[in-house]
Nanobody, 123 residues
């Protein structure tokens, strides 16, 4: 069992940066690929970024590529999402997820989810 707790969300203006954190408790954090998904009001949850178990491989949605960076510190059981140049369309609840599968871009690739943290970007 893995418990995930996100933090770092907030209300910001367009163009600024935020860093989200996801703290994991439970067993073998380094054995899980980690992902960030987001869900805007009235929309489906969508893939945002993911990172492999070792942290060597990273994956991004086209909409956030070159603006967002995912990273992890296995020693701290934590994964981060650095979000730069935020846009109003980035407004959503951001969820952290952990999974053991080879694929990382679909919600069903993940076994554990956090409760989410709200990010709101004003223009």
């Amino acid at each position: 069992q893995v418990q995930l707790v996100e933090s770092g969300g907030g209300l910001v203006r367009a163009g600024v940066s935020l860093r989200l954190s996801c703290a994991a408790s439970g067993r073998a954090f380094s054995g899980y690929a980690m992902g960030w998904f987001r869900q805007a009001p009235g929309k489906e949850r969508e893939f945002t970024a993911a990172i492999s178990r070792s942290g060597v491989m990273t994956y991004y949605a086209d909409s956030v590529k070159d603006r967002f960076t995912i990273s992890r510190e296995n020693a701290k059981n934590t994964v981060y999402l650095q979000m730069n140049s935020l846009k109003p369309e980035d407004t959503a609840v951001y969820y952290c997820a952990a999974g053991r599968g080879r694929s990382v871009t679909m919600t069903w690739d993940y076994d554990y989810w956090g409760q989410g943290t709200q990010v709101a970007v004003s223009s």
